[in-house]
């Protein structure tokens, strides 16, 4: 069904227009088009974006180590207010959304009915399309962050975002900060664990923040860098670590709940190898093929182990996200994480900073 003035809040104006950084491969690299704004069918939503932010994901995409469907408007990292909907559209706690509201929305669409979102895991829902990740078709052009508007399709999962989170805290919330929720919820993390962070990139140093929010008084926060390890501590880790020093800080401390947040296949052994009795350890960094890992079963057999893998989230895990962002001491600290905005105009530029690591995210400012 598509909209019209009697069932949507607003339409965009007759031959309005958005601007997109589209994605055509390595070869060709990025164009800054401009795109016909979409007629809207039921249950979709038009954002004109305030914010979005390029994440290492995206990163992997334009260097070549990811492929993706061509051509397409990169990003999934934003955050933005409605200017438009395709009749009644409502968040996640079922409350109606209209223009001008501030939102965020879930990394892709789930259907809500098949037997992956039945059994609770509409992240993996098996007619899922994510935003970032495919190719522009005549319908859906604006499937990306990476751009003035994002034309939000049916099954995506709505948040509303309070004006006191702030834009640069508010941009990745809909995967860093949302992946570490879910994956708390995964290992049914609770104040009295004694919690162990490997790897304090930016979803490490959220799991520290998120960890201190939940009641946490003992946080270990391990990484290779010690300019990272300082600024897990910043974060409120109580000890921070390099990872030849793990089995001993574990062994004095504990080691209840693990997020393995690098990816490191190193970094993966350690967690199954220091972990307490009972302990759980929660799969987050290994999104790419690496060196396999070993263990003896014997071993995680006694000492009651349990281990998760954790990928994207469900959109009850970014609520709890966004309330994190609300109620934290810590979403300053957690904005600085985010470069200044760079013009979307200028968007190798801002990649190329991306790829210097200088910062955890750098955020595009599409307007």
């Known amino acids: 069904m598509t909209s019209t003035v009697s069932d949507v809040t607003s339409t965009p104006t ?17 164009s800054v088009d401009q795109v016909a704004l979409p007629d809207l069918s039921a249950g979709e939503v038009l954002v004109r974006t305030e914010l979005a932010t390029i994440c290492g994901s995206d990163l992997h995409t334009i260097n070549g180590d990811r492929s993706t469907p061509l051509p397409t408007v990169l990003g999934h ?45 509409p992240q993996k829902c098996l007619t899922v399309r994510k935003y970032g990740h495919e190719a522009m078709d005549d319908h859906w052009q604006l499937n990306g962050g990476f751009g003035s508007h994002v034309h939000l ?3 995506t999962g709505l948040v509303r975002v309070p004006e006191v989170v702030t834009a640069p805290a508010a941009a990745p919330a809909n995967c860093a900060t949302a992946t ?27 799991a520290v923040a998120y960890a201190r929010d939940r009641g946490v008084e003992q946080v270990i926060a391990s990484d290779v860098d010690p300019a990272r390890r300082a600024l897990a501590l910043e974060f409120g880790a109580t000890v921070a670590c390099a990872p030849e020093d793990l089995a001993k800080t574990t062994a004095e401390h504990g080691a209840d709940v693990i997020f393995e947040l690098s990816g490191s296949s190193r970094a993966v052994q350690s967690a199954l190898e220091v972990v307490d009795l009972g302990g759980r350890v929660a799969l987050v960094g290994s999104v790419s093929p690496a060196p396999e890992v070993g263990f003896e079963p014997s071993g995680f057999v006694k000492n009651l182990t349990t281990v998760v893998g954790s990928h994207n989230y469900r959109v009850d895990d970014l609520a709890e996200a966004i309330d994190f962002l609300g109620r934290t001491s810590y979403q300053g600290q957690l904005a600085g994480l985010v470069s200044e905005p760079q013009p979307l105009a200028d968007i190798v530029e801002a990649v190329a900073l991306a790829n210097t690591g200088a910062t955890p ?4 400012h599409t307007h």
């Open 77 to 121: 990292e934003a955050v933005g207010h409605i200017v438009a909907t395709g009749g009644a559209v409502q968040d996640a706690d079922g409350d109606s959304l209209a223009v001008g509201d501030r939102i965020t929305w879930t990394i892709g669409t789930a259907c809500g009915s098949c037997r992956r979102c039945l059994r609770g895991v």
């Open 14 to 30: 007759a031959g309005a227009i958005a601007t997109a950084a589209v994605w055509s491969g390595v070869t060709e690299g990025f």
């Open 153 to 155: 399709i049916a099954g």
């Open 361 to 364: 995210r750098v955020a595009i």
């Open 180 to 206: 570490v929720t879910c994956a708390a919820r995964r290992v049914e993390l609770t104040a009295d664990d004694v919690v162990v962070v490997l790897g304090c990139g930016m979803l490490g140093l959220t």
